[in-house]
């Protein structure tokens, strides 16, 4: 999978595997922006906790994204008036711009060189079909005193028929962020753990035992700050969330864009920002928006479309990232089962984590701290709303389909060229063969062994993703992202068994 800009460019933190047993009070699982904020919060008020995390610090989503600090999140504030009225929607504006100012606050007290930067944020329309949604949408900010304006006009090159601007978001360069309050806690005494995936939990006498590199952790509390929760305990969250992935384009610039941050409503979609590093202007496009593993539906024109935008020969990076959606456009943050104390996950995120992971961190630990918090309704996990829509038939019909069109694909006979991957059958059973530069060949078993979809060849990344639940995997078949905690078996190592916790 190619690195962000923000990966390659930041030089990779070091903390210790758990190589030993290890008994705590809570276990923070993830050290993306989620899992991290919660522990900073958490660490005002205990100590007894730990934070694992399967790769490096910040590798997962939260390094890997457009650095957005935003309360604006596409035309979701009319929706949001019409599905739960005035007071919730103005709350989860409210959750949003309270973020930002925390993490301005915690970036100032901690003095963190992260280029955090106030900015303005445009949703804006280039279809003049679009413009009533827009106004609809400026309306609903209006009549809930949100501070916006409506403009026609944007500092990039493009022409736009209407846009809708926040002032005073921000941006900031997440992974820096990140790598800082991972240092603010190991100075605090808490112990953070890098390359230690948890790969199953088990209960036993109210403890959790979280089983991680063949040793335990025994926890009376553990958070899943995983992006997505692989420990579901029969609540099929897999069914109450898809996974969209997208891809970023970056490239040093002399132009000026000004420092405006804008995304576009309709499709393909586009999202552009200039942001400067180190003294350099970098900039960024997002788009090519599609299911992950549903490459059909990709937006093949993206890059060219990026090129002529901007008169540009070539973008420096590219890189792709995922996060999981949910059919009411809000996060589920809090409790895994309804009625259990111990057990807490924040997933659903669409796109906008980079607040949501700081509301995360302030509720998840208010939860831990039996504290009350006026963000638990609002985000709450077992929200039946959330479920009322059409989308969720639309997608979970998807997932049925993806599922039955994986097993009756047609297979390839013969194998493939350099840098390429087919579909084999062997035994009546499918693997997936890629055939790496220096021709050494690569068969693994692509049924993904989280709920049993077949997994698609991502010619981008070299990885086998999944279409329907959103696990991916490396071309060797090691798990790159969840919910799937189990590798994809090589060709003679055994075939793939279905996750059993979600049964
Ligand atoms: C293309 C794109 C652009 C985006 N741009 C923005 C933006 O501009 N602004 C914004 O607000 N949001 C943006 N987002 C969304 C944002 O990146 C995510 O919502 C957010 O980073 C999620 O944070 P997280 O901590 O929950 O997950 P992650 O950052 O993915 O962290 C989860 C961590 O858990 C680890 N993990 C997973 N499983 C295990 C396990 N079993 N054991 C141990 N560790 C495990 C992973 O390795 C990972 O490091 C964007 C998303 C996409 C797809």
């Given at each position: 999978m190619n690195a962000s800009k923000w990966i390659k460019d930041t030089p990779k933190t070091s903390y210790p595997k758990i190589e030993q047993d290890v008994y705590i009070d809570t276990l923070i699982i993830g050290a993306g922006l989620t899992g991290l904020t919660t522990g900073y919060y958490l660490s005002q008020a205990m100590k007894q906790f730990i934070i694992v995390e399967a790769d490096c610090i910040g590798y997962g989503a939260s390094g890997r994204n457009t650095c957005k600090l935003t309360a604006q999140h596409g035309l979701i504030y009319k929706s949001l008036i019409q599905k739960y009225g005035y007071t919730l929607a103005k709350q989860y504006y409210d959750a949003h711009m309270e973020a930002i100012e925390s993490i301005e606050e915690i970036v100032h007290k901690h003095q963190i060189d992260c280029d955090f930067k106030r900015c303005n944020s445009v949703l804006f329309t280039q279809e003049s079909e679009k413009v009533p949604n827009l106004q609809d949408e400026y309306q609903a900010c209006i009549d809930l005193n949100i501070p916006c304006s409506f403009i026609d006009t944007v500092q990039y090159p493009l022409t736009i028929q209407a846009g809708i601007m926040f002032p005073e978001q921000a941006k900031f360069h997440p992974l820096k962020y990140m790598i800082a309050l991972a240092d603010i806690l190991t100075k605090k005494e808490i112990a953070i753990y890098e390359h230690s995936p948890v790969t199953n939990i088990i209960e036993e006498n109210g403890t959790y035992i979280a089983l991680c590199n063949h040793r335990k952790i025994y926890a009376r509390n553990i958070v899943?700050?995983?992006?997505?929760?692989?420990?579901?305990q029969h609540q099929f969250l897999f069914a109450k969330t898809y996974p969209m992935s997208s891809s970023i384009l970056c490239t040093p610039t002399t132009a000026n864009y000004g420092d405006d941050m804008l995304i576009n409503t309709e499709s393909p979609s586009i999202s552009l920002h200039a942001f400067s590093i180190q003294g350099q202007t970098c900039l960024m496009v997002g788009g090519n928006s599609h299911k992950t593993g549903q490459f059909a539906k990709e937006d093949p024109d993206y890059v060219q479309r990026a090129k002529k935008m901007f008169g540009i020969e070539h973008f420096e990076d590219m890189w792709s990232t995922q996060d999981y959606m949910t059919f009411d456009h809000l996060p589920y943050i809090g409790k895994?089962?309804?009625?259990?104390?111990q057990l807490y996950i924040a997933t659903g995120y669409c796109k906008w984590g980079n607040t949501t992971s700081n509301i995360a961190g302030k509720l998840l630990c208010a939860y831990l701290l039996k504290q009350p918090s006026p963000y638990r309704k609002l985000f709450d996990p077992h929200r039946l709303s959330s479920l009322f829509s059409l989308t969720f038939l639309k997608e979970n019909m998807n997932v049925a389909y993806e599922f039955v069109k994986g097993k009756l694909q047609p297979c390839d006979k013969e194998y493939p060229q350099k840098g390429q991957a087919r579909v084999i059958e062997i035994q009546n059973h499918l693997y997936g063969v890629y055939r790496d530069e220096q021709d050494e060949l690569y068969i693994v078993d692509i049924t993904c062994p989280h709920l049993g979809c077949i997994c698609i060849f991502n010619q981008q990344d070299k990885t086998w993703d999944c279409p329907c639940h959103g696990s991916r995997y490396s071309y060797t078949g090691e798990v790159i992202k969840g919910p799937s905690t189990n590798r994809l078996h090589s060709y003679r190592e055994g075939r793939n068994q279905i996750d059993p916790h979600l049964f």
């Open positions: 899943q700050a995983t992006q997505f929760p692989f420990y579901d895994l089962q309804k009625n259990n104390d």
